[in-house]
C-alpha cells in the first residue's frame, strides 16, 4: 500500500473523543459517526474521520480499504497484563473448583512461584516465543497497546530477562508495550523465613532491580502487590517512593482481596492508577479522584477466582474517577485473553453500560497509561492507525456476545513510529 489509505464501506465509527479520560456521563459519550463514514491515514496516522462526502480531496487517488460494513473503533488498549509466562496453571484451576481459595494455593507453593519457577527455568528464546504467543493472543481480540508486567522472575537477571521479552515479543506482534517492572509482585521462596530476608529481597528490588529496570529502559513503570501476605502498606509505599525517585511511573495492586490502604497510598504518591479494587472504600476512592489516580477495574480475575465481591464501577464513575478496563491476562488468577469478556462482567457485575465498557477499554485506558492524549485510545485527526472492525451492527453488541471473538485488528504501515 501507498502511504495514504481510505477505510470505507464503514457501518459505524466509534470515535471516543479526541483524547484525554472520558469521566462520569462522558464516558456515555462516545462520539460515534453513522452518516456514510470513512477514516483516511496518512503515514500512519489519521487524518480525517467524518461523513465520506466530506473527505479531503487531496485523498482521492488513496488505496481503498472495504471494512466489510463493520464498526471501527481504536484498537483497544490493555492497561493491565503479565504477558511474560511460559506455563499455564491448569491443576490450579482444577484446585480453585474444588474449592481452595487463591491464598490457600500460594501457601501450598503455587501461584506466582509457580510461574515464578518456569520463567527462571525458560532459555531466552523460549522466554520471548512464549511471551509472543500470549500478545498475539491478545491481539486477536483486538489490543494493539498492552501494559505488560514482569514479576515472574523475581531476582534481577530473569527480572531484565521478562521484561526484555515484553519489549522484544511486542515488536514480533506489532504491538504498542509499555512495560511495569513488577519485581514486588511476591517474596521469592530464597527470601522467605524471617524478617531478615523479607527485608534483603525488599532491599534488592529497590536498590538493584529497579535501578537497572530504569537505567537500561527495560521498564516505565513500577508496580506492587499491596495485600496481606505479599506486601504491608509500608513496605507499598517504600517501593513506591524509590522507583518515583528512579523516574518510574507508578501504580500499584490495591484493596483486591482485602480492604489494606493501598488505593490511599497510590493516591499519596501520585500513582497513575491503583488496579483490582473490589475491597475499596470510600476514603481511597475520594484520595484517587482528588489525586487524579486511575481505577482499573479487574473483572477477569473477579470471576476467574471465584470471588462474591466485584469492584463497584458504577460508584466510582459517579464520583469522577477515571475509570478503566483491563484483562489482567495471566496463567493464574485471569487467564482471560479476550477484552470483550471482560466488558460483560463489567456491564453484567460492575454497574458499567456497554458505552462506558467501551471506554474503560479505549480513552480511559490511555489515560490510565499516561499514554500522549489524541494519539491512542481515540480515532480522531493525529491518532495512531490501528483500528478495530467489529462484525457488530452497533457498538453495544460488543459488550453483549459474551465471550465472543467479533474483532479484527488492522494496522496500517507507520502506526508505531
Not at 492497561?79 to 511460559?86: G, M, N, Q, S
Not at 506492587?224 to 525517585?245: I, K, N
Not at 473477579?302 to 464501577?313: P, R, V
Not at 465498557?357 to 491512542?376: C, S
Request: hydrophobic share 45%; glycine share 10%; with cysteine.
Amino acid at each position: 500500500m501507498g502511504d495514504m489509505q481510505v477505510i470505507e464501506n464503514i457501518r459505524r465509527v466509534v470515535t471516543c473523543g479526541a483524547g484525554g479520560p472520558l469521566l462520569g456521563p462522558a464516558m456515555r459519550e462516545l462520539g460515534v459517526l453513522a452518516d456514510d463514514p470513512c477514516v483516511a491515514v496518512r503515514g500512519g496516522r489519521v487524518a480525517y474521520a467524518g461523513p465520506r462526502a466530506g473527505l479531503p480531496a487531496e485523498f482521492a487517488g488513496a488505496d481503498r480499504v472495504d471494512a466489510g460494513g463493520r464498526v471501527l473503533t481504536t484498537g483497544l488498549i490493555d492497561c493491565h497484563t503479565h504477558p511474560a509466562f511460559v506455563k499455564a496453571r491448569a491443576e490450579e484451576f482444577e484446585m480453585r473448583i474444588a474449592g481452595a481459595s487463591y491464598e490457600q494455593i500460594a501457601a501450598r507453593g503455587g501461584g506466582i512461584l509457580t510461574s515464578m519457577t518456569a520463567v527462571r527455568q525458560a532459555d531466552d528464546a523460549t522466554l520471548l516465543a512464549q511471551t509472543v504467543r500470549n500478545l498475539r493472543r491478545l491481539r486477536n481480540h483486538g489490543v494493539v497497546v498492552a501494559e505488560g508486567k514482569s514479576g515472574y522472575g523475581l531476582n534481577t537477571k530473569d527480572e531484565r530477562r521478562q521484561l526484555a521479552a515484553i519489549r522484544d515479543a511486542g515488536e514480533l506482534a506489532d504491538m504498542h508495550t509499555v512495560r511495569t517492572c513488577l519485581a514486588a509482585h511476591s517474596l521469592p521462596a530464597e527470601y522467605r523465613g524471617g524478617d531478615e530476608k523479607r527485608a534483603e529481597y525488599l532491599r534488592l528490588v529497590m536498590e538493584q532491580i529497579l535501578p537497572a529496570a530504569a537505567r537500561d529502559g527495560l521498564a516505565q513503570r513500577a508496580d506492587v502487590f499491596c495485600e496481606r501476605g505479599v506486601f504491608t502498606p509500608a513496605e507499598t509505599r517504600a517501593v513506591a517512593q524509590a522507583a518515583s525517585r528512579l523516574g518510574l511511573h507508578v501504580t500499584i495492586h490495591a484493596e483486591q482481596l482485602h480492604l489494606t490502604g493501598g488505593a490511599t497510598i497510590a493516591a499519596s504518591v501520585g500513582a497513575h492508577s491503583a488496579d483490582h479494587l473490589e475491597y475499596l472504600d470510600d476514603a481511597g476512592a475520594k484520595a484517587m479522584r482528588d489525586a487524579g489516580t486511575a481505577a482499573v477495574l479487574l473483572p477477569g480475575s473477579t470471576y476467574a477466582l471465584k470471588m462474591d465481591k466485584w469492584a463497584d464501577g458504577r460508584k466510582l464513575i459517579d464520583m469522577g474517577l477515571c475509570v478503566a478496563l483491563a484483562t489482567d491476562f495471566n496463567p493464574g488468577s485471569s487467564p482471560v485473553c479476550n477484552p470483550a469478556f471482560v466488558m460483560n462482567l463489567a456491564v453484567m457485575h460492575c454497574g458499567l453500560s456497554p458505552a462506558e465498557a467501551l471506554a474503560g477499554f479505549t480513552a480511559n485506558a490511555a489515560h490510565a497509561l499516561r499514554l500522549p492524549p489524541g494519539e491512542y485510545g481515540v480515532v480522531a485527526p493525529g491518532a495512531r492507525a490501528a483500528f478495530g472492525l467489529w462484525d457488530v451492527d452497533d457498538e453495544r453488541e460488543i459488550a453483549y456476545y459474551a465471550g465472543s471473538n467479533l474483532c479484527e485488528v488492522m494496522t496500517c504501515d507507520g502506526w508505531r513510529s
